[in-house]
């Protein structure tokens, strides 16, 4: 199983909604990522975690909230969020924390719209 | 701060002939460097890799050359085929100790044609 699994796939909320992204992965990694692509750009590192714990936050405002219940799984909370951050939003996970060599693997997304 | 950049925003290529691909980068401290082939609204996929002691790495129709000195690499497939057609990053890692960063490039979208 080389599957990054992320639900839902397509998500409308409005700007006072809490919804949660969540994403899953059974190949025994222990690293796993959020990220953020807006149309036509790259994609952008928003969080890590490395054995579960929060290793890397880049400077991401607070109405995006990670979570990593265990080493499968990544939720991605969020609250209060505003019209510019509608994007598609990408889980990844890797096998080795720190490791040189490091190949991520990427989740489907989930195409958010803040309205 | 653009610290890898893929100045080919795309490219048309004809099918059965050579697709190439470039980035650079402006970070020496890049480790590792991967391609990845994108369809709208999916994940990037990963498609090859090369460490920096290297300078190339084969897998299949995909070639990746590295050039250290001049910043660059570049992605080469032979023969090109309509499948091919996406948007291919290129991206750079970082180790920083904890986990590896990536940062990708601005993307290049390739089409095939018949």
């Known amino acids: 199983d080389t599957e990054v699994t992320q639900t839902p796939k397509h998500l409308v909320m409005g700007m006072t909604n809490k919804k949660s992204l969540k994403c899953e992965q059974h190949?025994?990694?222990?690293?796993m990522y959020w990220y953020k692509q807006k149309a036509k750009k790259p994609p952008e590192l928003m969080f890590v975690?490395?054995?579960?714990?929060?290793?890397i936050n880049e400077s991401v405002p607070s109405r995006f909230s990670p979570e990593c219940p265990n080493s499968s799984l990544l939720n991605l909370h969020l609250h209060a969020l505003q019209p510019e951050d509608s994007a598609l939003y990408l889980c990844?996970?890797?096998?080795?924390?720190?490791?040189?060599?490091?190949?991520?693997?990427f989740g489907s997304g989930t195409q958010l719209s803040v309205l | 701060d653009q610290q890898v950049k893929q100045n080919s925003p795309s490219l048309s290529v004809q099918e059965g002939r050579i697709s190439i691909l470039n980035c650079d980068y402006t970070n020496s401290m890049f480790d590792y460097f991967l391609w990845y082939k994108k369809y709208p609204a999916e994940g990037p996929t990963f498609l090859i890799s090369?460490?920096?002691?290297?300078d190339k790495n084969e897998d299949g129709r995909f070639t990746v050359f590295l050039n250290k000195s001049a910043k660059h690499l570049s992605l080469h497939i032979v023969p090109s085929q309509p499948g091919d057609s996406a948007v291919y990053f290129c991206a750079a890692s970082l180790h920083t100790g904890t986990a590896s960063k990536l940062t990708f490039g601005t993307g290049t979208r390739l089409q095939v044609t018949l």
């Open positions: 190949m025994g990694h222990r690293a």
């Open positions: 990844a996970s890797s096998q080795d924390v720190g490791g040189y060599s490091e190949k991520l693997f």
């Open positions: 090369i460490s920096s002691i290297k």
């Open positions: 975690y490395s054995y579960e714990k929060l290793s």
